[in-house]
Structure formats: C-alpha cells, structure tokens
C-alpha cells in the first residue's frame, strides 16, 4: 500500500535552535518529493522538490534530503525563526501514467521565543 | 497577479442542501486540482484536471462534481452535503504534472450540520 508517514506528529523548539522533521514512505515506482510549509488557515507553499537522482535541495535556512534507497526523507531547519512556526507536509508522486501523490498527515512544529 | 483563489472562505449548509465552489487561477496553468483537509490526515484529492474540458476522479471523488469549461476556473460541486464532507477544501494549480510545483488557494472551511 502506497503510504507516507512523518514524525514526529508535533515539536516544540527554542527559537534559534535546529530541528529535523522525518518522511518515511513506501510509495512505488517513485517520482519524486516535496516538501510543503502549511501555516495556519493557509494553503501549503512548496519549499523543496527532489527527483530521484537528488539526494539533498536547499532553500534558505531549509535543507531538504532523501534516500531513495531507504526510501526516507528529512526536512532540517537551521536557527529557527517564531514565523516557522508551521505545518510541515511530506508529498510523495509516483511515477505512474496518471495523476498520484501521497500526502502525508503533516509535522505540527512549534517555536518559542 | 492574485494565484489562485477560492471562493467563499466559509460555509455552514445543512445535510441534503447543495453547493459551488470556485477555485480561480491567474497563471495560465493547464493543471487545476480539488483537495480536502481532515483533521489528522493528508491532503486527499478529490478530482482533478489536466486542461479546458477535462476531468478526472481523485482518490475520493464520491459526492462530488466538478466542471472545467474555462482554463482558468475549476468548480467542485456537492449536489447533496453530508456531514461526512465537513472539512476544509483547497484548489491548486500547475503548469504540468507531478514534477511541476502546485500553488494552492487560501482554503474554503465547509461544516454540514
């Protein structure tokens, strides 16, 4: 069965501090990732897309990796800022004829100042 | 340039009463696609479209209707609400497939009392 899971379900950090949010999924024949920023009462934001062949993709201050062999990929956010503050949602495509991505259910992350 | 948006933000129907939702791009994607957002779960697409004049059921169409007569717009219909479609639906557009980034609208929260 195709499924996308992420943990942990919900983190609370220290503004300025780093964290790595998980993506395991068992998703065949794969196409690719993203990783989506969800803030509150908002649709998702696209921050990374990796195929295959990628095994890491940067935008600012996120660093997105992936192991297509283990088929698990992380999100690392570095000096947390209180507007990170988000949900974090793991999407997986597959490479079919049609049109299939997974959703996963999303990383709740909290930041205190 | 506004994205994509959606219309209303809001909505309470009662079970057996009918409704549209718009879902506008300003893009000129080829690609449209209706989602809903559950508590606790991922992004589930309901239809979706790869151009003017076609559709095509998602992973939970039941309930559901959906129209593409111009490229621009995207409408879901639900031709009888049950409580079971309480949730908040959120329209996206690509320019293309699964490799291309989905820019979503800001959400319509829908509850059938």
């Known amino acids: 069965k195709n499924q996308v899971e992420q943990s942990p379900q919900s983190l609370i950090i220290l503004e300025g501090k780093n964290c790595t949010l998980q993506?395991?999924?068992?998703?065949?024949?794969?196409?690719?990732l993203r990783w989506y920023k969800q803030d509150t009462g908002r649709g998702p934001v696209s921050l990374t897309i990796m195929t295959f062949s990628e095994n890491t993709k940067s935008n600012g201050r996120y660093t997105a990796t992936l192991d297509a062999d283990t088929k698990q990929s992380s999100l690392h956010i570095t000096a947390s800022q209180l507007s990170d503050s988000a949900s974090y949602i793991c999407?997986?495509?597959?490479?079919?004829?049609?049109?299939?991505?997974?959703f996963g259910a999303g990383t709740r992350l909290f930041v205190k100042a | 340039n506004a994205g994509v948006t959606q219309t209303p933000k809001f909505r309470v129907l009662k079970t057996g009463q009918s409704m549209t939702l718009l879902c506008a791009q300003d893009m000129n994607h080829e690609y449209m696609y209706w989602y809903r957002q559950d508590p606790g779960m991922g992004l589930r697409l309901i239809h979706y479209?790869?151009?003017?004049?076609?559709?095509a059921k998602g992973e939970v169409p039941d309930g559901y209707n959906v129209s593409r007569l111009k490229k621009q717009n995207f409408l879901l219909g639900l031709e009888s609400a049950a409580p079971s479609q309480t949730s908040v639906y959120f329209c996206?557009?690509?320019?293309?497939?699964?490799?291309?980034?989905?820019?979503f609208g800001p959400g319509t929260r829908l509850t059938v009392t």
């Open positions: 996206a557009s690509s320019a293309s497939g699964s490799i291309y980034e989905q820019y």
């Open positions: 999407v997986v495509s597959l490479g079919t004829g049609g049109f299939k991505t997974i």
């Open positions: 479209s790869v151009g003017e004049g076609t559709t």
């Open positions: 993506c395991n999924y068992t998703v065949s024949p794969f196409s690719n």
